[in-house]
Structure formats: structure tokens, C-alpha cells
């Protein structure tokens, strides 16, 4: 009897789960799936496995050390920039008159989001350009940015910081205003509950937004190029590497940096599943 039971109750839990939605939506997204999936295992299978040693050239290697110390620093000025804009928008801003302007300040921290990657290294460089906006002034002061490293990570974190504002805002907001009002009546100031209730809080979301935005950063092409150029050990990121790459109908080395890309990718995912797992396992202990 025992046996049969697990049998029995099988198709009632599959009906269970199939309640809301309906069976026949199992193919639309296996084939989304297989869109996703399918171009990452034709990477795979067409790396040379057995001439890596060829592959991870000195010109690759050089642009995967450029990628990750600028996507390190870029990452790095999000969090400085991006926690104080997360703070504003959700504990200040939201409870204040003007908290109907909010949806104009996403859309502008947003818009890199949605922009042609193009149409940034314009703006870039109309900003920070010899005759952009600041950029004028800098150059007269003798500072060039456009085509260094320093464009680089600005261009970096122009794109990464609307992912670390929206992770931090969502995090931020998840937590109860109780928690303030209870440090408040003990006397805390503004400084002390940023920095001893709600950040400590938000630790883990704001772990997760400085991941994501080192992803984005990593993965940065189109307002790198027009804003900083194809420099080989200057300006030169992985994803500038793969253009040139296959521009130069070097697919070894294309693959070998895409390589490069996929297992950073993997690591930033393997950080983030054991943040998940500690998160649930301080959660069980407390």
C-alpha cells in the first residue's frame, strides 16, 4: 500500500501544480529556453578545447586584466554613488511631497538602460569630451578623458549603475520602517540608522546589486567603443577583443576571450547562489 500511494498521489500533485497555468505554455518556454540555452552550448562545442594554451593569448589576457580592474573600480564608484541615490529615492523621497517626481528620477537613472549603446558614447562624449559640457574645462586644465582607461570605467559604470540603484531601491524598501522608528526612539541619529540598521540590513541586496553591476560592467561594448576607443592594452576590454577578433578572422581568439566572459559570468552566478544560501541559513539560525 505504501509503495502504491507515491503513484497515486502523483498525478493529483501534477494537477496541483498546473492549476493556474496551463500545460500547453510548457512549450512556448521550452523554446525561449532553447533560445537562451542554444547559442551558449554552440560556444561550447566549437571552443578548441585541446589549444587553450593558444587561445588565451597575451592580447586576451591583456584585455581580460583591463576588464576586470576597470569593472572593479567602476563597480566599485556605483556603490559609492548608487547607495546614497537608493537611500534618497526610498527613504526620503518616497515619503515627501515631491515624491511624484520620483518617476521622472528613475526614468533619467534608468535611461541608460534602454538607450542604443551608440547613443551613450555620443552622450559620453558631448559630457566628457574635449568639447563636451565638463570636458572643456578639463582639457583646458590639461585632463583628456575620451580614448584612456579612465573613459572606460566611466563608460562602465554609466551602464552599470542604474542595475546597482535598482537592486538597492528594491532591497531598501523591503525593509519595515519599524526598524528606523525603533533606533530613532533610542536616540540615533540619521547617521547612525544608515550605517548601523538600514545598511547592515540591506547587506545582501546590496551584495547582489554590486554583482550585478560588475556583469554589466564587464560585458559594456558600445559606449566603450565610441567613447574610448579599440586600444589594444589601453581601451581595450574583452568584449572590444571579440570585435576585433572576429573583424580579424581570428575566431580562436574570439572564442578563447568569450571563454574568459562565460566563466566570470559563472563565478559572479556562484557568488550569488552561495550569498542566497547563506542568506537562508542565517534566516534558519535566527
Partial sequence: MSASSPARRSPRSSARLFASVPRSFTVPAFIGLLVIAGPLLGLFLNVPWSQLGTVFTPQVMGAANLSLSTAAVSTLICGLLGAPISLLLSKVLNRSR???????LYAIIYTPV???PVVSGLGLLFFWGRKGLIG???YQAGISIPFTSNAVI???TFVALPFFVATAVTTLQAIPREYEEIALVEGAGPAEVTFKVLLPLAAPGLATAFLLSFARALGEYGATVTFAGNVQGKTQTIPLAIDLAINSSDLPS???SALILISLYLGIFGVLGLARTLKKLRERLG
Avoid: P
Fill in 254 to 256: 574570439a572564442l578563447g
Fill in 114 to 116: 534602454i538607450l542604443s
Fill in 98 to 104: 515631491l515624491h511624484r517626481f520620483g518617476a521622472v
Fill in 154 to 156: 566611466i563608460a562602465q
Fill in 136 to 138: 572643456s574645462y578639463l
